[in-house]
Structure formats: C-alpha cells, structure tokens
T-cell receptor, first 116, second 109 residues
Framework: GAVVSQHPSRVICKSGTSVKIECRSL??????MFWYRQFPKQSLMLMATSNEGSKATYEQGVEKDKFLINHASLTLSTLTVTSAHPEDSSFYIC????????????FGPGTRLTVL | GQNIDQPTEMTATEGAIVQINCTYQTSGFNGLFWYQQHAGEAPTFLSYNVLDGLEEKGRFSSFLSRSKGYSYLLLKELQMKDSASYLC??????????WGAGTKLIIKP
C-alpha cells in the first residue's frame, strides 16, 4: 500500500510555456501533499504544503503565482509551473501523508523538467 | 535556526559495515526519518525513530539519542545496490519535516 504516482515522469518544454505535473495517491487518502524541488547533487527543497480543499502554504522564496498548486481531492494534487524558464529546470517530487500514524511521507517517482 | 548535519560523502567496501551520522538542532522534536535516494529517483522510506534506542530492520538499523540530538543509520553486509544518498529528516514542533543535505554513500568492490 501507500503508492504515490506522478505524471509526467519527464517533460521538455520551450521557455515561456506552462507545465502541469500531477501527483496522485493511488491507494490511500492523502490529507496533506508536499511539493519538493531538487537540483543536482543537492537535497530536497520543500516548495509548498497543501491540504485538500484549502490554499497551499508556500515556503519562503517560492513564488506562488509562478508555481500554482491545486489540491482538489484527497488523492490528487497538481503543480503548474507557469511561464517556465531554463532556471526552472529541476527534479520535482511530490509526496503525500495520511497513511501512517506518524505522518510518514510517501514519495512519487518525480518529474524531470527541462526548459529549453 | 534549524540545522541538520550529516557527512557529505562516505566510501565503504562491499560486505563491510558503515555508520552514517546525523546531528540536529531543531525547534522541538517529533521524530526522525531516514530515507534512501538513488540517483535520479525519489526517496524511499527506511526508518522512523521517535524514542531513544536502536531500531533494527534487516541489514539496516537506526539509532536515536534525543538528549544528544543525534542519530545514526547503520548498514551491514553492504551490497553494491546500497550505493545511494541517505537523507536524515527531523519532524519539528510544527510537524514540519526538516531535511538534511544527504550523505552520498559509495560502495567499492
């Protein structure tokens, strides 16, 4: 149990376009979902935390108008990178919690975004 | 501020034992996680400690001392597939997960 999927796994886009990444908890209801970004050889950086039906809480330095997060249901959250630029190229990972008693986060497989 | 320290990189030999340390200074403590992350993949859960002591799970064990703000992950009978980054993460008083930078473990034959 506790499987999280992410789609797409890899995306290449032109500068200025928008990209949507989906995160789904397949076999449990995720009360909270998290979006991370990871640059090469660096640790995970939390971008935002979202609870179903409410606005996401963004970490300091993360532009909420550029990284739109929607958590429409207990099994789906989306991250939209608007007007993407090459510096947005990164590995984006979502995670979900709600399955275990100690709020363990279950990670999706990640999305590799390359902006040309 | 909140801080988690772990070595940047470690090297060990196949079949040996390695201990990866993690020290933390956080606002409150509600548990400590260890995750494994292979290159280009998402992290996978290894262990969770909230009480002092050693938790053993197969070849992997995790230890916690809350009074010292210290944990370690012990890997026995190392295999080449254990080459990965190992992330220490602490749950603070607000139940936020604070991540360490990770330790890259290189296993040599």
């Amino acid at each position: 149990g506790a499987v999280v999927s992410q789609h797409p796994s890899r995306v290449i886009c032109k500068s200025g376009t928008s990209v949507k990444i989906e995160c789904r908890s397949l076999d449990f209801q995720a009360t909270t979902m998290f979006w991370y970004r990871q640059f090469p050889k660096q640790s995970l950086m939390l971008m935002a935390t979202s609870n179903e039906g409410s606005k996401a809480t963004y970490e300091q330095g993360v532009e909420k108008d550029k990284f739109l997060i929607n958590h429409a249901s207990l099994t789906l959250s989306t991250l939209t990178v608007t007007s993407a630029h090459p510096e947005d190229s990164s590995f984006y990972i979502c995670s979900a919690s709600g399955q275990s008693s100690y709020n363990e986060q279950f990670f999706g497989p990640g999305t590799r975004l390359t902006v040309l | 501020g909140q801080n988690i320290d772990q070595p940047t990189e470690m090297t060990a030999t196949e079949g040996a034992i390695v201990q990866i340390n993690c020290t933390y200074q956080t606002s409150g403590f509600n548990g400590l996680f260890w995750y494994q992350q292979h290159a280009g993949e998402a992290p996978t859960f290894l262990s969770y400690n909230v009480l002092d002591g050693l938790e053993e799970k197969g070849r992997f064990s995790s230890f916690l001392s809350r009074s010292k703000g210290y944990s370690y992950l012990l890997l026995k009978e190392l295999q080449m597939k254990d080459s990965a980054s190992y992330l220490c993460a602490v749950v603070d008083s607000n139940y936020q997960l604070i991540w360490g930078a990770g330790t890259k473990l290189i296993i040599k034959p």
